[in-house]
Structure formats: C-alpha cells, structure tokens
C-alpha cells in the first residue's frame, strides 16, 4: 500500500516544498523556535525529530497554509504576462512549510499516534481541504495557467515541461476551475449532495453492518471454530449487553469464520445476514442512496464535459478510458471463471466423498476449500517461520535484491533522529557511492499505530529544489520479546518486499518538478512498482540468500520451498472471479449517462454481472453494490480495477526480466532509467510501452494466477 491510509496527507501532496524561509505567521505561536520554522540542517534534510514536540504541529500546519496562500496569490497577482516559468514553476516551488509539516505529521499521526495528534488531525482535515480548494478554485490563477497552456505549442519546452503544464491545467479543469460562474454554482451544490449522500451511505452501511452481526444462544451452533474464537464470541456478545455469541460481520462478502464452522445451517444463515446487510427495507437500506449517488455523479461529470463518472475519473489514470479498463477486466473473465468452476468442482467432489447429500453454495465456499487446501498444499507455518528472520529478510533479502539490480548500497546511520527507538535508518548510495537517499522502516505493531503496511515521503526529491528523498516503510509485523529473533511469515516477506518496491520508486526519483515526482503517479499505476517488488521474494537467488534458518543458517528445505510457491495458486480463480465481479459493478456503476433513469440497485446488479459473464451461483461479488464502501464511501469510485490493472502490469513486466536474464544489473538499470526514476514524468501508458517494447499484456498475469493450467 501506499499511504491510502492517509488522504489528509495525500491532499498535501498535490504541492510540494520550495527553499525558502517563511514569509508570513499567521499563528503568533509560530516563530523560529518551532522546529519546522526553516528547513532542516540534518542529512537529506530529515526531519529533526528529537526536537519536535506534539505541539509544534498545529501552528507550523496553519502557518504553512496562510503561507502557501500568500505565496499563490502573490503568483495569481503578478503583473507581468503569465509565462511557463512565472506561473508553472513557480507554483512548484511554493507551500515548502506547509509540505515540510504534513509530512512529519503524517508519518506520525499514522504510526505513533496519540489523542493531541488525533485531534489536531480532526481539526486540520477540513481547512486542508478548503485550503486547496482555494488554490485550485482561484480564477486569477487559473486564468494564468491556461494562457500559458493555449501557447504550449510554441513554447518549445521540454518534456518534463511539457508534461508539468498539462497535468497541472488539467487538474485544474476537472475541479471545475474553467466552469461559469452559474456552473460553478451547480458544480458546488452536486458536489455537496455527493458528499451528504455518501457520509449517509457509510453511516447507514456502518450501522447496518453492526446490526447484522450474526447471534447465536447455543455454543454447538459455532462448532468448528476455535475456543479463543468461541471467547471472542462471547465477549462480543457481552459487550452488546447480549446473552450467548456473536459474529461481527466482516466488510465483504464473505466471512471468514465461514472457513471453520462445521454446522451448514450456521453458515448459510451468516452468509444470509452479510448477502442482505443493507438491502432489508430498514433505515439502513442503502439502494435509494446509492442509486442518487450514480445518478448525481453523472450528472456532474455532465457539467464538467464528460460523459459518465467513469471518464471523468479516468482521464488522469493510465487506463485513460473506462473502455480500455472495461476491455482488460473483459480479458480476465474466462480464465478466471474456468478455473473457479474446476475449484468448485473439486469442492464438490470434497462434498460428495464425505456423503454431503447437497450442491455447493457460496457459504460452503470456504469452508470446503480449506480442506482442499489442506489436502493439497498444507503449508505449516510454524515449520517456516525459523527461516525468516526480519533483519535477515530485510539486509540479504530485501536490500540484496535491490543491489543487485540496481547496484546500491545500505548502511545503518544512528545519528538519525527517529519518532521510535524500533525505527532502523539506512544512508542508501548509488553504485559509484554518491549519496541516493535516506530509509526508514518501521516494522513492528504497536497499539498507536494504524493497521496494516505502507510507505510514504518525508522529503520529496526534486532537482529544481535540491531535494534529495527520504522515505519511510511501516508495517505491522509481530514484536519479539526482548533478545528474541523477529520470526516472520511469508505473507510479511513479501509485504516487507511491496512496500520496498514503492520505497525505490520514490528513491530513484529524478525529476526536476517536485509534483511530478517518485510515486506521484495514477492510482492504476502506483502500485506497479511495488507488486513488482514482489516477484524477487520468490525468486531462486534471492530466496536462497535470505531463506536460512536463524539458528542454523541452514538453507530451507526444497520440500518447503516447493509448498510456498505451490500454495500461490491455491483459490485463484474464487479471488480473482470475485474481485474481477466488483470491478466490473463499480464500472457499470460509473459509465451510467446523466439522461439514464435512476437504478434500481438489485435489477442493475444482476444485469451488470449478466452481461459480464460473471453471474455465477456460487461466486458472489467481493462487495455487493449496496455494501460496496470503496465506490461510495470511500475515493475509489470507478477506480476498483486499479488493483487488478497494476497486478497486469507487475506480472508483463516480471515477464520481461525472465525473458531477458532476469535479476541482472544490466535489466535492473534499463528499468530504473526508464520507469522507476521517472516518476509521472511522462504519458505512463507510452512510458511503459517505451520500456516493455509493446502495450502490456494480460497473458503473464493469467500465468501468474495459474489460470492456464488445466489442473490446480
Ligand atoms: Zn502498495
């Protein structure tokens, strides 16, 4: 992941620092005894975190955005005529103490939290929002964008140039900034019914989710599950003033307690409350809701000179068209749904052996598949855990891979202020040891720390500013007890190595504009690098470098390795059919016309899956529409195909390094040079076709699936 968890910060990104010393204090707490108050004098201009207290941010967040406002007005203002450098570059450079805050609230509020940080983050959420509202929203400053963008023709930048004037315009026309007065107005009061209706959609889905907790009186009704399950259960219960269990529901489809209940009546009655959660007529029933919001988001794309949501969204990605996001899920339906049905055949044959006497439906899914799976690739983690020790993974893994790719070099630095005494800092260098970067990673769980794994920037490169790039992974993997060795799974190796993978497209960032920099790239494109990280944790030399047993450095057992990859396939038609499912509704959803007739949500639905092929009886959707918070809650509106578009783009490139001699120096730096470093620098469908030779491909990622097997 990619900071998602933060779209606070991520709105800070949009404008990035500049050298310079503060022009204007808005808040008298502000002044140079502040530790944000002038640029950093450490290395890489990390930030000095042994002197910034929890209340030095609040003041220097305010102060940054009176002095971005000041410093753009002083742009939009300019009485000379708007020119590429008075308007565009300087844009570039304003908001430095604004960005210098953000991004070290950001690794904080999101990793090593407390109630005064939360707050301030409360507070702080919607003038950040106003604030770049002002920016993008200003007509004089858009005025002046636009001269320059009429002239862009005999202008005679460069391509960087170039391409910094055309995202920049065009972010500024599909906020709305180009609309009438009139149409400004109407733009305002869509996007507050927008906003309105999806605050109500995840209050209702929130609500309606509680309420479709699953409750049992009698304990035999959760036979199958664990006793610390059956605890957690009861303590559920409890804590809702009730007697027996309960089951909280999950946010998709499916349940994961459906994989260990043995009474079929419980599960059917739990898939039951989940299918239906938000479609029982009550106050909780969100299909009015989300039939408006298409319907509004529609008619919005309309006032901005789109013809559906779906395109005005995708405009800026690198699908560029719902059509050609529409095409590449198209191309995964048959393999996906072949390979699922075989799985639900050798379900049922599971089934029938054990005298069942019934059909497979989508609650026995699970529950069947786990014995399946045990059958065929039981994997015990406790068997290869003592071959994955975290620093191990991480210096003759992780950092090994990269130098051999791409030739750079790690070393500990512990003069580094940090946030946290778990935090390990390394100085990376290039190949002919000039200096690259600095990393953080911040590995282990912590209670005031947010779930699950992530990178992000705390200083931005950038040649036009002088920025070098620090950058930071977190995630939460398990702490040892003190002198204990960090053992990890799988799933964590690979984690450490996705979230690498973004690490190095922000640290091999060499642009000149800080906002088209490192990973500021389109939602289907960020997490190309990282997936593609991915590969090399299963790749021979380097799993044979860093899979050694802690204790022992013997090398894993080849009967274990074998049962790593194999298990790669396990399930892949079900997950890929049920992901590929909600994708496909999100884009119908999305490609609605304004003149279309308002929806109703279970008709839609069916005919949507319908006429994808992917109605199947016993592979539901991952979200319904009705419980679909990414679309409607969450910024994911037709934007839920971006995970399986970068997983296209991860496997074709993967493709290419085994077609071309794989891990080498050679196809390392030809990657870097032409992808990693160039951050949103270029049209990224034509810098990947530059690098790849061609358009990518869906076929690798079919391989990659073992979706072109006959067999599992
Ligand atoms: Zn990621």
Redesign the pocket.
Known sequence: ??NHTFAFLALAVITLCAISVPVAAADAKFGPSNPFYAPSTLPFQAPPFDKIKDEDYQPAIEAGMAEELIEVQAIADNPAAPTFENTLVAMEKTGLLLQRAMAAFGAVTGADTNPLLQKVRTEEAPKLAAHYDAIYLNPRLFARVAAVYKQRDSLQLDGESRRLLEVSYDRFVRSGASLSDADKTELKKLNEEISTLSTAFSTKLLDATKAGAYAASDKSALAGLSDAQIAAAAQAAQSRKQAGYVLPLQNTTQQPDLASLSVRATREAIFEKSWNRTERGDANDTRDTISRLAQLRAQRAQLLGFPNHAAWKLGDQMAKTPEAALKFMDALVPGATAKAEREGKDIQDVIDAQKGGFTLQPWDWNFYSEQVRKVKYDLDEAQVKPYFELNHVLENGVFYAATQLYGITFKERKDIPVYHPDIRVFEVSNADGKPLALFYCDYFKRDNKNGGA??DSLVGQSKLLGTLPVVFNVANLPKPAAGEPALISFTDVTTMF??FG?ALHGMFANTEYPSLSGTATAADF??FP??FNEHWALYPAVFDHYAKHYKTGTPMPAELVAKIRKAENFNQGYKLTELVAAAELDMQWHTLSASAPLQKPDAFEKQALEKTHLLLSTVPPRYRSSYFAHIWGGGYSAGYYAYLWAEMLDDDAYQWFEDNGGLTRANGDRFRQMVLSRGNTEDLGKMYAAWRGREPSVEPMMKDRGLRDSGQ
């Open positions: 992941m990619l992530w990178m996705h979230e973004h960020v997490e990282s997936q």
